[in-house]
């Protein structure tokens, strides 16, 4: 079933993971909301600045950055209560882990683009 996915760390650059996570993902038919504070859109879909800026409800959220930069957005994160976070590989935090999961949001550590190729997602 499609889902709203957010991207924090969404990039332009095809050699990203970001990059062909967005990809893969609006192949599957989710929509996709792109989060880079330094971006105001990737290939003409408009960026945003955190997922505070994101209107509809997020099922799931994918890091593409790593711990230090996730620390801006955590408690925004949060406060959109989404499903669950996927943490790619070079994302993990133990710290930041327990506290969505205190908040009842599923933690995956695990790759969003093998998730989508193994339909595990």
Do not use: W
């Not at 990059?19 to 971006?39: R, S, T």
């Not at 925004?76 to 994302?91: L, Y």
Request: net charge negative.
């Amino acid at each position: 079933m499609p889902e709203t996915v957010a991207i924090i760390g969404a990039s332009e650059k095809p050699n990203r993971y970001s990059y062909k996570a967005m990809v893969a993902l609006q192949d599957k038919g989710h929509q996709v909301k792109l989060v880079n504070p330094y971006k105001t859109s990737v290939e003409g879909q408009p960026c945003f600045a955190s997922v505070a800026g994101i209107d509809e409800q997020i099922d799931t959220v994918t890091l593409y950055v790593n711990p230090a930069r996730f620390r801006d957005h955590i408690d925004e994160v949060i406060q959109a209560k989404p499903r669950r976070v996927i943490m790619n590989p070079g994302t993990e935090d133990g710290e930041m882990e327990e506290q969505m999961r205190q908040q009842g949001i599923d933690v995956v550590r695990g790759c969003t683009l093998v998730m989508l190729a193994t339909d595990q997602f």
